[in-house]
Every structure is written in structure tokens, then in C-alpha cells.
Nanobody, 117 residues
Framework: QVQLVESGGGLVQAGGSLRLSCAAS????????MGWYRQDPGKQRELVAG???????TYADSVKGRSTISRDNALNTVYLQMNSLKPEDTAVYYC???????????WGQGTQVTVSS
């Protein structure tokens, strides 16, 4: 089992920045990819950004150029720096960890990000 604890959400004005953090504990040796998803009420959860243990990164087109994902393997922590935030970035952001087989996903409790116009 892997436990994920998120922090860093909140309320910010459009154009502002936030940094999300997610610390993993437990069977972390099994984890390859860590990342962030977000979900609006009534919508499907969508990938924001992901990073493998070796540093391969994926971004959603909607955040590319405005967000940076990074990972500290020694601290088992993944970060998401979000800049130039827009109201449409408002959502609950979930930390995700996926094992090497791709069959097992672990989720954090979610952190609310609200961007006011």
C-alpha cells in the first residue's frame, strides 16, 4: 500500500501561482509514476501532469507552459508549480501514484484549488 498526503491548495486570484506538494509513504519502492489529476464536479478526472521515477514528464495541453512538475525521489515527494492560473483551473487536485506494472493506482485525498477572476 502507498499513502499520499497532499498540501498547497487554496484560493488565488487569476494570474497568481500555487505550489502543490504530495508526499508518498508505504510501499514506495513499487511506484514509478507520480502525478496530478484534477476534477470538476460532474466531470471526469483528468491528467494535469505526471513524472516517472527517471524523470520523463507529461503535461496536459491546458497547463503546458504554465505549470512545472518536479519530483524528489529521496523525499518521495512530487510537486506541481502552477503559474498564470486561470479560473478554469479551479478544481479538486488529486495526487496519483502508479506502480511499475501500471495496474495499481493510489490516490491522495484531494486538495481544492480555486482561482477567482
Amino acid at each position: 500500500q502507498v499513502q499520499l498526503v497532499e498540501s498547497g491548495g487554496g484560493l488565488v486570484q487569476a494570474g497568481g501561482s500555487l505550489r502543490l506538494s504530495c508526499a508518498a509513504s508505504g510501499s514506495i519502492f513499487s511506484i514509478n509514476t507520480m502525478g496530478w489529476y484534477r476534477q470538476d464536479p460532474g466531470k471526469q478526472r483528468e491528467l494535469v501532469a505526471g513524472i516517472t521515477r527517471l524523470g520523463t514528464i507529461t503535461y496536459a495541453d491546458s497547463v503546458k507552459g504554465r505549470s512545472t512538475i518536479s519530483r524528489d525521489n529521496a523525499l518521495n515527494t512530487v510537486y506541481l508549480q502552477m503559474n498564470s492560473l486561470k479560473p478554469e483551473d479551479t478544481a479538486v487536485y488529486y495526487c496519483n501514484a502508479r506502480d511499475y506494472s501500471g495496474r495499481y493506482d493510489y490516490w491522495g485525498q484531494g486538495t481544492q484549488v480555486t482561482v477567482s477572476s
